[in-house]
């Protein structure tokens, strides 16, 4: 089964705080993704990554960067933690193709 | 993506079959139907796939039509573990619009 694992389920942070979010998929997949869900909102892709070192933008990239320095893991950095970016956090993965993404549990993150 | 038109909310008794509608009227030939379900405060969990062929696996069976314009997510057994928000997705499989859009699914009931 594939195994997609987020570093905490939930997170409180700080307004201005650094916030690193972490993501370890154990299938080898090529690609990985961030996205945020919020009610009325639906899923909403921050960045992907197709490869090691490689990133895009998703549809709502703005006060987010982030990290794939190996295979396995995607990490999401939030570079000064607003209150608006208060949400659930889902990391998913898949290999190319038509293949399926598989997601992790979410991390919900409250910025105060 | 073609855009998908599933109820808002069904219910279905313990151990009967499930049928979970799904319109996707738009589809392209080279979309894929895609199923996925999303119990309160977990990560949406993949269910299964198709092109244009029925689908078969362990949790569900995947009925599409011939002229590919709408699907039925089919869960044999309900059990009230079933209980979730389940979401038809329709995409492109290849290219580098590899974004999942969730749109507002149809919340599943089983009861005892």
């Known amino acids: 089964d594939v195994k997609v694992t987020q570093s905490s389920r939930y997170l409180v942070k700080r307004t201005g705080e650094k916030v690193f979010l972490e993501c370890v998929q154990d299938m080898d997949h090529e690609n990985m993704f961030w996205y945020r869900q919020d009610p009325g909102l639906g899923l909403r892709l921050i960045y992907f990554s197709y490869d090691v070192k490689m990133k895009e933008k998703g549809d709502i990239p703005e006060g987010y960067s982030v990290s794939r320095e190996k295979k396995e893991r995607f990490s999401l950095i939030l570079e000064s933690a607003s209150t608006n970016q208060t949400s659930m956090y889902l990391c998913a993965s898949s290999p190319p193709g038509n293949q399926p993404q598989h997601f992790g549990d979410g991390t919900r993150l409250s910025i105060l | 993506d073609a855009k998908t038109t599933q109820p808002p909310s069904m219910d279905c008794a313990e151990g009967r079959a499930a049928n979970l509608p799904c319109n996707h009227s738009t589809i392209s030939g080279n979309e894929y139907v895609y199923w996925y379900r999303q119990i309160h405060s977990q990560g949406p969990q993949y269910i299964i796939h198709g092109l244009k062929n029925n689908e078969t696996n362990e949790m569900a069976s995947l009925i599409i039509t011939e002229d590919r314009k709408s699907s039925t997510l089919i869960l044999p057994h309900a059990t009230l573990r079933d209980t979730a928000v389940y979401y038809c997705?329709?995409?492109?499989?290849?290219?580098?619009?590899?974004?999942?859009?969730f749109g507002k699914g149809t919340l599943l009931t089983v009861n005892p």
């Open positions: 997705i329709v995409r492109v499989g290849r290219g580098s619009n590899y974004k999942l859009t």
